[in-house]
Structure formats: structure tokens, C-alpha cells
């Protein structure tokens, strides 16, 4: 004990001038991606890298290892790797650190059942604790597929590199989507946890790596403020969006048979709702946070009849802003008798004391008015405004919306008198925005996630169990549509089919219009 008075290590001036990033700079390692060539890798992951070199949060001697089929010399691999970073780095590009980060860089060739091309990276990683110090610490980055899943990790068994030897490591981070239902979800959570233990398997949600994702946590427990309306008590439902004005264009052979609910609810929307409606974690670890979140999924379900709950569309031509665009059916690579959605809501129930008798109702969607991602809690009326006939055009709801994105921020929306001799209130908004309130840049998801991984950090990765609970809330909906036929369509550039709004019509609710 110094003697320092009780709070006075606020004011410490020693602790305010550390360098913050010293615990967050990963140790000697190393990063294998597989499918390095895919738009994830280009797009994501190697900017990323670079950022975090950039950022100074890598190790001298870090090597990224690219595995793949083309015909690439370590310098093709260099020149493949900087044409990404120039284009989607978020930092300023410096010639010393990206110097640096190549020399680290090879590439080995080879399929994903190639025996002789894994003993070969096997050699290259054992080389390279050698001659660059990454201690035998490796993560092996899955950017593929599903169905390659089995042969890579297999492959990696077969030639030792799935085993760490002494104090090293060997971790593996899996991209979604971890199957396409319950079952195969944990069929595929089989295959991978034969190999790796759980503890070092890192399965990505970018979603959680997303500043503002975080933040829900710091605004429910750092608060006092909004804990006591947390509950059914006072928030009448709430609302989770997700609107994207993209189409789908190029990705059909990805999206075609997968659709909205199983691309974005059954893993973002869904970790969206347990963050929001999880009880607070006795601690902030990965054990207790993972925990909460599996207890708040375990009490979700659909509510029914799924016929009224739930809605699902397809868009079709129309005009977003001042483009004309094409349907999903008129898109390259898709069947034009596709019946995958790209609009998908549903209505869900969260059955404990916290939350009994509040909807949840989540919605997402390609080529919808505007790209924006929100939670919205909507709080009951007021109980007995003393008002009389107040000139409010309907109802007023009070509002707290976390905005996820774009202007990253949150809202809370209330009523106050409108200026004048009567009683008029209105809905007013209040907003706190993250770039006026901060100055330093939110970092790239992936940036958060691939650091996170590389320090052994799991709070924002989702665990095998998370990840089948939130196809058992989806299952049931899934085999309805499964059911019947082709979606109902909705112009590009609006909110979604007449379904959907009749979905919250019926429950006397409407969708916010963000
Ligand atoms: C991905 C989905 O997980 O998230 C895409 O597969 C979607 O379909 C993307 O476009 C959206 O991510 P973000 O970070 O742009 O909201």
C-alpha cells in the first residue's frame, strides 16, 4: 500500500502517462491464412495486419505465412499483400513499417489435401521459429469456406502443426458460417474441437470487434443511469436493425441458399441481443461474459404463429437514391427461381424476469433505403401525462438508440414542450456522437479481433455453445420458410416487404425509420 487516499489514483500522474498499448502488444508469434487469395483476405485481414503493425501491437519478428494454389514466389505474395494494404489500409502507409512486415512474408502453394504442401508449411513455420524468433507460436487463420474446415484442420493433425510443444501455442480462427443449422453447426464444432481444444479456437463475429458493439457494455454497466430502466418495467420492445443499401452483386456464390437470417441474425443480430440483454458478468473475463451471454440465449425464442412474427423478402428492381438497380434474380450467378431472402425479421421472446412480455424484434436487409445499423430500446408511455389533449402527433415513446453505424454514437429521444402559449410536447432527440466526442479513429473491427486472438483475448469471440443456441432460435423459423416457396418481393431503395410492417402493425408498433 502507498498511503494514497482512497480515489486518488485518478489523479496518478505516473498511470496516466504509460504508454497504454504496452499490454496490448502481442508476444513472438506468427499467422498462417488460408484463403488468402479471397476477398475477406484482400479486403480485411491484410489491412488489418498492416494497421496493427503500423499501430506498433506486433512483434519484431512476426511472419505472415499465405497458403494457397497460386504459383506465387515470396514476392508475388509482397506485391499481392501491399496492393491490399495501399487500398484498404486505414493508417497512413510508412515505407519502414511495411519494410518491415515483408520480410516477414512467404508463401506457400499447395490444395487443402495436399499432404506434401502441409509438410512443406510445416517446415516453413519450424524455419522461421528460427530464423525470426516467433517462438512456435502460431494462429492458423481458416478465411475459407466450411467445407474445407475438416480437410485443413485434419491436415494441420496430421503434420504435427495442431500441436503446440512446451509453453508455445496454436490457436485457430475460423470464419462464419459455422453451418447452416443446428445440426450441422454442430457437426462442424465437432470436426474442429477434435483437433483444437475450445480454448484455442477463435471464431469471428466481426460484429463484436466493432467499437460501438463494445460500448453497450460500457453504457449498461459503467452506468448508473440506465440500470434501473433496463427491464420490462418501463421498455415497452426493442428494435434491432440492420440495413444494408448494398446488393448482391458478386457474392452469389456465397449467398444463394443462405439468405439474410442465416448471413447476419444467426450470428450479429443475435450476439447484438445477448449484449443488450444480458445481466451484468461478475467479471469482465471471457468465462463470465461468455456465461451471461449463454444464459440470455437459452431463454430466447421465436414467438408465434411464425406466419404473423415473422417477414421475409426479396428485393426487386428499383431505384436506390438516383441509380436504377437490378433485382436479385436479374443479379450475375443467381438462379432467377431463387427463393434465398435478403430481407429478413422476426419477432423473438426472452423468457425471464428481466424480460417477460418485451419483443425483440430484429430486422435485416440488402438494397434498403440507407445503410444503417441501430438497437433501439422504446420505452412505455408515459403513465398519466397531466396534459390533457396535447398536439403531439401520436403517442410520445422515449427512446435509447445505440448506434452501431455510420455516426457511430447514441440517441436518446424524448418529449419537451415546443416554444409557445400551449402545451405542446414533441419528441426531441439528444445525441452523443463518437467523432465529436473523441478524437482518436475507432479501429477496424478485425484490427480489435485479429490482436485479441493473437493475445489469447476471447471476450469477442462467440464459444461452440453460443454459436448452436443461436441456430436452435433460428431453426424453427428457418423450416417455416423452408416451407413456402418464394419470399415476397420489395423495391430496392425502401424499407423491406409490406410484410414486415405488418408484422408490427399487429402489435400496434410501427419500425423506427432510421
Ligand atoms: C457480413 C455479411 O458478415 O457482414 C455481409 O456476410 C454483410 O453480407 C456484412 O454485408 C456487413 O458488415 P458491416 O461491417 O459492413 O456492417
Redesign the pocket.
Known amino acids: 500500500m502507498t498511503g494514497i487516499p482512497h480515489g486518488a489514483e485518478w489523479f496518478n500522474p505516473l498511470r496516466d502517462t504509460e504508454d497504454k498499448r504496452l499490454p496490448r502488444i502481442a508476444g513472438p508469434c506468427g499467422m498462417v491464412i488460408f484463403g488468402v487469395t479471397g476477398d475477406l483476405a484482400y479486403k480485411k485481414l491484410l489491412p488489418a495486419i498492416y494497421d496493427l503493425a503500423n499501430r506498433g501491437l506486433l512483434p519484431p519478428g512476426f511472419s505472415l505465412i499465405g497458403y494457397g494454389r497460386r504459383d506465387w514466389s515470396k514476392q508475388d505474395f509482397e506485391e499481392y499483400v501491399l496492393g491490399a494494404v495501399k487500398d484498404g489500409a486505414r493508417t497512413d502507409f510508412r515505407e519502414n513499417v511495411w519494410q518491415r512486415l515483408a520480410e516477414g512474408m512467404f508463401f506457400v502453394k499447395g490444395n487443402f489435401d495436399d499432404d506434401k504442401a502441409f509438410d512443406t508449411l510445416a517446415d516453413t513455420l519450424k524455419d522461421l521459429d528460427d530464423q525470426r524468433g516467433t517462438a512456435g507460436n502460431w494462429a492458423f487463420y481458416l478465411s475459407v469456406p466450411p467445407d474445407y474446415f475438416s480437410d485443413v484442420c485434419h491436415q494441420l493433425e496430421r503434420s504435427g502443426m495442431a500441436k503446440a510443444q512446451g509453453s508455445s501455442w496454436r490457436r485457430v480462427i475460423i470464419e462464419?458460417?459455422f453451418g447452416h443449422d443446428q445440426e450441422s453447426a454442430t457437426k462442424l464444432n465437432e470436426i474442429v474441437n477434435s483437433v483444437f481444444p475450445e480454448d484455442s479456437v477463435f471464431r469471428i463475429?466481426?460484429?463484436l470487434g466493432?467499437e460501438t458493439v463494445q460500448n453497450i457494455m460500457a453504457l449498461r454497466f459503467a452506468n448508473q443511469l440506465f440500470d434501473p430502466l433496463w427491464n420490462n418495467h418501463f421498455i415497452d420492445h426493442v428494435q434491432i436493425t440492420?440495413a444494408?443499401d448494398?446488393g448482391?452483386g458478386g457474392?452469389a456464390g456465397?449467398?444463394d441458399g443462405i439468405g439474410?437470417a442465416r448471413?447476419?441474425i444467426q450470428?450479429?443480430l443475435l450476439q447484438l441481443l445477448a449484449l443488450v440483454a444480458m445481466e451484468e458478468p461478475i467479471a469482465f473475463t471471457p468465462q463470465e461474459l461468455q456465461s451471461e451471454k449463454i444464459k440470455v440465449l437459452k431463454a430466447t425464442s421465436p414467438v408465434y404463429p411464425l406466419a404473423k412474427t415473422t417477414a421475409r423478402g426479396q428485393y426487386a428492381a428499383g431505384w436506390q437514391g438516383s441509380e436504377y438497380v437490378v433485382g436479385l434474380r436479374e443479379e450475375e450467378g443467381f438462379d432467377p427461381e431463387s427463393t434465398t431472402e435478403t430481407y429478413a425479421a422476426c419477432t423473438l421472446q426472452i423468457s425471464n424476469r428481466r424480460w417477460a412480455g418485451v419483443p425483440f424484434y430484429l430486422r435485416t436487409g440488402?438494397r434498403l433505403g440507407r445503410?444503417v445499423?441501430e438497437i433501439a430500446l422504446v420505452f412505455k408511455p408515459a403513465h398519466h401525462p397531466p396534459f390533457g389533449n396535447t398536439q403531439a402527433p401520436e403517442e410520445l415513446h422515449n427512446a435509447v438508440v445505440i448506434r452501431?453505424?455510420p455516426d457511430e454514437g447514441m440517441l436518446m429521444r424524448f418529449g419537451s414542450k415546443v416554444p409557445g402559449s400551449t402545451m405542446e410536447v414533441r419528441d426531441v432527440n439528444m445525441d452523443f456522437s463518437y467523432s465529436e466526442a473523441f478524437t482518436e479513429e475507432s479501429p477496424e473491427?478485425y484490427e480489435r479481433l485479429i490482436l485479441d486472438a493473437l493475445l489469447d483475448e476471447s471476450s469477442l469471440f462467440p464459444t461452440n455453445e453460443e454459436v448452436e443456441l443461436s441456430w436452435k432460435i433460428l431453426d424453427p423459423i428457418l423450416e417455416y420458410w423452408g416451407q413456402r416457396g418464394r419470399p415476397e418481393e420489395y423495391p430496392a431503395g425502401s424499407w423491406g416487404p409490406e410484410s414486415a410492417e405488418r408484422m408490427l402493425a399487429r402489435d400496434n408498433r410501427t419500425w423506427r425509420r432510421p
Open positions: 462464419k458460417p463475429d466481426h460484429y466493432k440492420m444494408e448494398i448482391l457474392r456465397y449467398y439474410a448471413d447476419v450470428n450479429h440488402k445503410r445499423t452501431v453505424q473491427a
